[in-house]
DNA sequence: GCAAAATAGTTGCTATAGCAACAAAATATG
DNA sequence: CATATTTTGTTGCTATAGCAACTATTTTGC
């Protein structure tokens, strides 16, 4: 057999992101929260009032999923959905007051864990680094 | 707000790990075969006979998601499992004449796939992405 | 201004992904 | 060698992840 598995890049990127998912899932479990309800929070910290397609195209995920992850946001009672007034299509997702509070929780540990995967790795190393994974999306698009 | 969103690095690899996916995933759709089941058919061409155990270990992955792909892989007639005659509790996995075939379509796809991902990006630049992704997973484990 | 097209969200489907608890078998330990 | 522990695999649970098809709106084009 003439390929070497370990040596596709997509590979090691693939099992990284599954660590980092795991860690921070861990991390997040005693609050209740879940990884990618965490990024949703985090996105409403900054920009309370988006709609769930403004979430879908920051997290460049399916509508689909967001639709899925705001509704159990909001079973947990962190976020409120409200039809826009000027666009009776489109939900827009708040913050309750129990999400905000979150702002205490999963910015440090956003933080924290941000902290722990760059020790011992420059800032010229992670900037690099940024670059050459857009150049792979980027790669995959034309 | 002080965090900036699009500055964590876990965020850059997972939205690329995404973007991975899905265009293998569409790569592969005319011939019935997800993108993990794939990882399990490459390692299958390489090294026939693994046990669940096995393949879980060299995918990082839980045992269980190990189990119900390869249960998948067996309804689609590529893949065969009998159990250890040494360990009556391992299920060795063998690929199946239809699954050795497979060989013809995957491989060229990987490569085609890993050609498009890498393109002007240096083998050097790829070693140090490498080893900046294993420094990484290595500073979550400490 | 009305039909056609586009957009926002939902539902149903399949495929990862990991944890806890379990059964069966193998190994370790006294 | 009998019991305790470990190991392999399974089942049930929750949480992503995306596609196709659908409804309800809004926008476009004529």
Redesign the interface.
């Given at each position: 057999?003439?390929?070497s598995?370990d040596d596709?890049?997509?590979?090691?990127?693939?099992?990284?992101?599954?660590?980092?998912?795991q860690?921070?899932k861990n991390k997040l479990a005693a609050f209740n929260i879940a990884p990618e309800q965490n990024?949703i929070i985090?996105?409403l910290?900054?920009n309370d009032g988006l709609t769930q397609i403004e979430l879908a195209e920051?997290l460049?995920?399916d509508k689909t999923n967001i639709a899925r992850m705001v509704y159990n946001l909001e079973q947990k009672g962190f976020i409120k959905r409200s039809p826009d007034v000027n666009d009776r299509r489109s939900l827009k997702v708040f913050l309750t007051d129990k999400g905000k509070e979150l702002s205490n929780i999963v910015?440090p540990i956003?933080?924290e864990?941000?902290h722990?995967?760059?020790?011992?790795?420059t800032d010229e190393?992670?900037e690099?680094?940024?670059v050459?994974?857009?150049?792979?999306?980027e790669?995959?698009r034309s």
């Open positions: 057999m003439s390929f598995f596709y890049i997509s590979i090691s990127i693939h099992k990284t992101d599954l660590a980092f998912t860690y921070v990024l985090m996105l910290l900054k920051k460049n995920k910015i956003a933080e864990f941000n722990v995967v760059t020790k011992g790795i190393e992670l690099n680094l940024k050459l994974l857009n150049k792979m999306r790669n995959l």
